[in-house]
């Protein structure tokens, strides 16, 4: 079965909305470092990350994870913006025992501030995707079945309807602890 992991990262957003595609570049940027084969690489994400990403904030990730191991039952996915309602309903067809959120959450701090929230805590509407969804409900019926943890970053841009692809400085600089969260919530830092 594809995601039959115990822990599903899973990056939300779209890219082509500056900030927006913080949770899909982080997702391709742990796929690389990791050398994970069991999901597909989006061309798009994986050419801004090649091409445009701050090579010195790669580094510093490469740096920061080497010498780690992951548990085999670990599963990195790009959900785009589709994943309240093309992924998350999958939880019902797999015993994940976690599922970590990597998305923009506008919460009240400076853009670049990366936290973790619980999303039984959160208040309603501060997890809105951009595009209209509501994305607190499906997490917090996921979180009755297994451990549900928002790794958020506040956003300084999202442009939507105008296309514009790339992180704001703030925000790519939040990666590497964005990358930090991640694995202690996966237990390996």
């Known amino acids: 079965m594809p995601y039959d992991s115990d822990i599903i990262v899973i990056g939300c957003g779209n890219v082509l909305f500056k900030d927006d595609g913080y949770g899909p570049i982080v997702i391709n940027i742990l796929q ?3 050398n994970d084969q069991n999901d597909y690489y989006d061309p798009a994400v994986t050419g801004f990350v090649e091409d445009e990403f ?5 580094k510093q990730i490469e740096e920061k994870v080497e010498g780690i191991t992951l548990p085999d039952s670990i ?4 959900g785009g913006t589709a994943a309240p309602t093309n992924f998350f309903p999958l939880y019902e067809d797999y ?3 976690k599922l970590i959120v990597v998305d923009v959450v506008e919460f009240n701090d400076k853009p670049g501030t990366v936290e973790t929230f619980d999303p039984s805590v959160m208040q309603h509407g501060k997890y809105d995707n951009p595009h209209g969804m509501t994305v607190e409900d499906p997490l917090r019926e996921i979180s009755q079945k297994c451990e549900v943890v928002i790794v958020g970053c506040k956003p300084a841009e999202i442009p939507t309807p105008d296309i514009d692809m790339g992180l704001t400085e703030p925000v790519e600089k939040a ?10 919530e996966i237990g390996v830092k």
């Open 32 to 34: 690389k470092v990791f």
């Open 54 to 58: 701050d090579k010195e904030i790669l």
């Open 75 to 78: 599963q990195f996915v790009d």
């Open 95 to 97: 015993d994940w025992k």
């Open 175 to 184: 990666i590497p602890k964005t990358i930090d969260l991640i694995l202690k």
